[in-house]
């Protein structure tokens, strides 16, 4: 069964920083594109970034770029995203979700349970 | 950056009613990148349809999609009591790989 599971979400305060894991079962992450996608409390699902198999390309959404950085140890099946300097605007769900590979990897076929980042004072 | 428009806000129906979702983009998605998505309380998205009108793994055909250019829509031919949620496009064309707003279905 393919599985997603985030973790390393919580309470932070502005300008600190937080990293968050997702650890795949059921699947070699190594074969597929992944993502981090956000939703705010109550709002819309946003993008926020994308990593290729192999790591390269990699892209953001402007509202996290230079701040958030994604990564993937295929050796150890997880993908990461590192978020510094946060912002009280970054609160949100954090799922990371995999690409299906008829969409170019670039549409969303398994999804993770969610990690909640709260950035407040 | 690519702008998705979805419509109604909210929908209101009954169980076994049919139901259509529009989603209209600002630019025209060419070779039809676009996903629809469902989202139930408290649970994470699920992939209904990709390519426009494909449908994904394990998703019943009383779901499709339409469309091309900038004007898709999705289609449900008779509403289930897992059907009340939340339904969401996507364009996956261009990055930033934007999503619409959202269209509630509720039941009536």
């Not at chain 1, 140890?73 to 300097?85: E, V």
């Not at chain 1, 949100?92 to 969409?103: E, M």
């Not at chain 2, 129906?13 to 139901?19: D, F, H, I, K, Y």
């Amino acid at each position: 069964e393919v599985q997603l599971v985030e973790s390393g979400g919580g309470l932070v305060q502005p300008g600190g920083s937080l990293r968050l894991s997702c650890a795949a079962s059921g699947f070699s992450l190594s074969t597929y594109n992944m993502n981090w996608v956000r939703q705010a409390p109550g709002k819309g699902l946003e993008w926020v970034s994308y990593i290729t198999s192999s790591g390269y390309p990699i892209y953001y959404a402007d509202s996290v770029k230079g701040r958030f950085t994604i990564s993937r140890d295929n050796a150890k099946n997880s993908l990461y995203l590192q978020m510094n300097s946060l912002r009280v605007e970054d609160t949100a769900v954090y799922y990371c979700a995999r690409g299906l590979p008829y969409c170019g990897g670039d549409c969303y076929d398994s999804w993770g349970q969610g990690t909640l980042v709260t950035v407040s004072s | 950056e690519f702008v998705l428009t979805q419509s109604p806000g909210t929908l209101s129906l009954s169980p076994g009613e049919r139901a259509t979702l529009s989603c209209r983009a600002s630019q025209r998605v060419s070779s039809n990148y676009l996903a629809w998505y469902r989202q139930k309380p408290g649970q994470a998205p699920r992939l209904l349809i990709y390519g426009a009108s494909s449908r994904a793994a394990d998703i019943p055909d009383r779901f499709s999609g339409s469309g091309s250019g900038t004007d898709f829509t999705l289609t449900i031919s008779r509403l289930e009591p897992e059907d009340f949620a939340v339904y969401y496009c996507q364009q996956y064309l261009t990055s930033p790989y934007t999503f619409g707003q959202g269209t509630k279905l509720e039941i009536k």
